[in-house]
């Protein structure tokens, strides 16, 4: 089973600033099958990247992703007031999906 | 446009059967393109995949959950289902039904709170 790592747990950042968050994967991960999601309290997440790179439908173009096998990120590059939130990546492999832990980006 | 909504019992006693559906509106379940899974969320923590089925019946399982869970399909009335055996209190969570693809899960239900407790 594949591991997902994300760090920093918690990143503090105004807005207008730019957000990095990483994804680490215990092994290889296919670029295609890694996807990246945004969950606000109480609410259900949302999808934000697919394919590693690929928009979802409706998503800004300041979230951006990038990697290749073990390593991904995904940026923010301005956080608007609405894009304080949880985010989590995923990832498909061997007939089984796991996602990381979480990424919180608050408010400083 | 595709809705889901959970439904199932809020509070389930220890070592009992948890049991769940997802209802699907705005297309069909027998779809060939797509997966229907269930995922939870505990209480302040993340995401956990549970379990998922295609439009051929094949199943898939997190394998921490495989021995206790069961899911399933009923085309005629548009809905899957999940059972969860032998539940404590570890099972509390928010349980959320999603169609998805194997590149990601693009429709996801409300969520419905499950605790287990006696």
């Known amino acids: 089973e594949i591991v997902l790592t994300q760090s920093p747990d918690t990143l503090s950042l105004s807005p207008g600033e730019r957000a990095t968050l990483s994804c680490r994967a215990s092994?290889?991960?296919?670029?295609?099958?890694l996807a990246w999601y945004q969950q606000k309290p109480g609410q259900a997440p949302r999808l934000l990247l697919y394919?590693?790179?690929n928009r979802a439908t409706g998503i800004p173009d300041r979230f951006s992703g990038s990697g290749s096998g073990t390593d991904f990120t995904l940026t923010i590059s301005r956080l608007e007031p609405e894009d304080f939130a949880v985010y989590y990546c995923?990832?498909?492999?061997?007939?089984?999906?796991?996602f990381g832990q979480g990424t919180k980006v608050e408010i400083k | 446009q595709l809705q889901l909504q959970e439904s199932g019992p809020g509070l389930v006693k220890p070592s009992e059967t948890l049991s769940l559906t997802c209802t699907v509106s705005?297309?069909?379940?027998?779809?060939?393109?797509?997966?229907w899974g269930w995922i939870r969320q505990p209480p302040g923590k993340g995401l956990e995949w549970i379990a998922s089925?295609?439009?051929?019946?094949?199943?898939y399982y997190n394998p921490s959950l495989k021995s206790r869970v069961t899911i399933s399909v009923d085309r005629s009335k548009n809905h899957f289902s999940l059972n969860v055996t032998s539940v404590t209190a570890a099972d509390t969570a928010v349980y959320y039904c999603a169609r998805h693809m194997a590149a990601a899960m693009s429709g996801w239900g409300q969520g419905t709170m499950v605790s287990v407790s006696s």
């Open positions: 092994q290889s991960v296919s670029s295609n099958y």
């Open positions: 995923q990832q498909y492999g061997r007939s089984l999906w796991t």
């Open positions: 089925i295609n439009y051929s019946g094949t199943t």
């Open positions: 394919g590693t790179s």
């Open positions: 705005g297309g069909p379940i027998s779809s060939h393109t797509y997966y």
